[in-house]
């Protein structure tokens, strides 16, 4: 299991960042490192500031899910505060930082709109952002982001199918503060170039499976069903339906990804 000084120890000697991941604090159970992170924003954390979990008793996903987090996993929660016209730019950085960040160990991974990293088909990484306001002004953001590091997905009956970990996908154990290092180097280059969106959004898409793929997506109201032709500047999918029509999802689950259309 991650323990603080295991993992406060190793970024404090090796990490090289200047502000992402710098104050860092471990926990190592607790309900949530959203909840934990948003205590700190609204305490006036900087930016970059981190909560790392041992392990989550109720971690959560994207739209509503609950995201499974036992031991072995690294469960962290960043406090950010970039301006209000780049928030749309946040999935794409968090998860090309997870896509880096595991390629830096050696794992080949893509992604699958808006921010679900993926081995070989199966679920590594879930991100989940929240923004905090005040007098409709952005105030803070937290970017969480669920890494299975090391164990056995066929332990957890409910995501076997679904889900990998790293240390599934490469036969060995993984370190943990190695992968929070790697994801902290790797948010830090990329949201230092926030101000450059076409930078960004060509990262993201080109690391983006989705694309060019008969795909059905649950926006939470319905079920759309077409080809993923491409991700427009404000992050959206851009689905073509089978009658020929263009839909733009703003958000959504994508799922049942098929071979690339002929």
């Not at 992604?111 to 105030?139: H, M, Q, T, Y």
Request: proline share 4%; net charge neutral.
């Amino acid at each position: 299991m991650a323990t603080k000084s295991n993992i406060t120890s190793y970024l404090e000697q090796n990490l090289k960042t200047r502000y992402m991941g710098r104050d860092v604090h471990f926990l190592p159970v607790i309900t949530s490192t959203m909840d934990e992170a948003r205590k700190l924003a609204e305490q006036g954390a900087p930016n970059g500031a981190a909560i790392i979990a041992g392990e989550q008793e109720t971690g959560r996903g994207r739209m509503g899910r609950s995201w499974l987090s036992p031991e072995g996993s690294l469960a962290t929660s960043i406090v950010l505060r970039p301006p209000a016209n780049a928030l749309h730019l946040l999935p794409a950085i968090a998860s090309v930082a997870v896509y880096n960040a595991v390629g830096r160990i050696g794992v080949k991974a893509s992604i699958k709109w808006p921010n679900d990293v993926l081995i070989s088909g199966k679920k590594v990484c879930g991100i989940l952002i929240e923004n905090g306001f005040n007098a409709g002004n952005l105030v803070y953001s937290i970017t969480g982001i669920g890494i299975n590091v090391n164990f056995e997905t066929t332990r957890f009956p409910e995501i076997a199918d679904i889900a990998t970990s790293l240390s599934v996908e490469l036969g060995k154990e993984v370190s943990i503060p190695e992968v929070a290092l790697n994801l902290y180097s790797e948010m830090e280059k990329l949201y230092d170039r926030i101000g450059e969106p076409d930078f960004i959004m060509s990262e993201w898409t080109s690391h983006m499976e989705t694309i060019g793929r008969r795909v059905n997506v649950n926006t939470g109201s319905g079920t759309l069903e077409g080809i993923a032709e491409s991700v427009n500047p404000r992050g959206n999918l851009v689905l073509r339906l089978d009658d020929g029509s263009v839909c733009e999802v703003v958000a959504g689950d994508v799922s049942n990804v098929r071979k690339k259309s002929k």
